[in-house]
């Protein structure tokens, strides 16, 4: 199987990128529990040594992807959506938050940490970036990759906001490639 791919600019987007392709090119990185923690260690949402599998996380993994892409594409064309999945997710995953003396620094330094090993606590960081793309200007950023096969989205942060493919390895030389065979084609 493929890596899971990190080309979106952006966790959420990372994150409803874990599905992508059609037929025998679909791969699910969130298709079982023990994935779905393999792809939040992989985004670093986890650390790398994590080891527990709660049950019932690739479930409500997928179950947040959807309404991700249903809440963006709400943002997006401004029609109301009931916030109520994510609100109950960034409530009961809400991370400890606390201030402890740094040796380093000989400062105080602030904390943020996962509160628990509850699925919700385990999502939370995906549930706070999707709720922090829905409320900002960033939202009109927000590409599908122009390649017709592919489904990637990613947000486009470059100066001329001309990105037009996934990437270029990926889809953009392909496209080019293709671009320059049709072209010629018709010249000869
Ligand atoms: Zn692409």
Same mark, same amino acid.
């Given at each position: ?41 992989? =985004? ?7 080891? &527990? ?6 479930? @409500? ?13 709400? =943002?997006?064309? =401004? ?14 995953? @809400? ?13 105080? @330094? ?9 699925? &919700?606590?385990?999502? &939370? ?11 900002? &200007? ?36 392909? @496209? ?13």
């Amino acid at each position: 199987m493929n890596q899971p791919y990190f080309l979106a600019n952006n966790l959420v987007l990372d994150f409803i990128n874990s599905e992508y392709g059609t037929s025998d090119e679909y791969h699910d990185y969130l298709s079982d529990d023990e994935s779905t923690v393999a792809w939040l260690k992989s =985004a670093g949402c986890l650390p790398t040594d994590y080891s &527990e599998v709660p049950l019932g996380i690739s479930e @409500k993994a997928k179950k947040l992807r959807t309404v991700s892409r249903e809440m963006i594409d709400s =943002a997006i064309s =401004a029609v109301e959506y009931d916030p109520v999945f994510l609100n109950n997710l960034l409530d009961r995953g @809400k991370p400890a938050e606390y201030i402890e003396w740094d040796n380093t620094s000989n400062n105080f @330094k602030r904390i943020k940490q996962r509160k628990n090993n509850n699925i &919700e606590s385990l999502l &939370e960081p995906i549930g706070n970036s999707l709720a922090t793309l829905l409320c900002s &200007e960033e939202i009109r950023s927000i590409r599908q990759c122009e390649a017709h096969d592919c489904t990637l989205v990613f947000l486009d942060k470059t100066k001329s906001h001309r990105r037009r493919w996934c990437s270029m390895s990926l889809c953009g030389n392909r @496209k080019k490639v293709a671009a320059f065979r049709s072209r010629k084609q018709q010249s000869d």
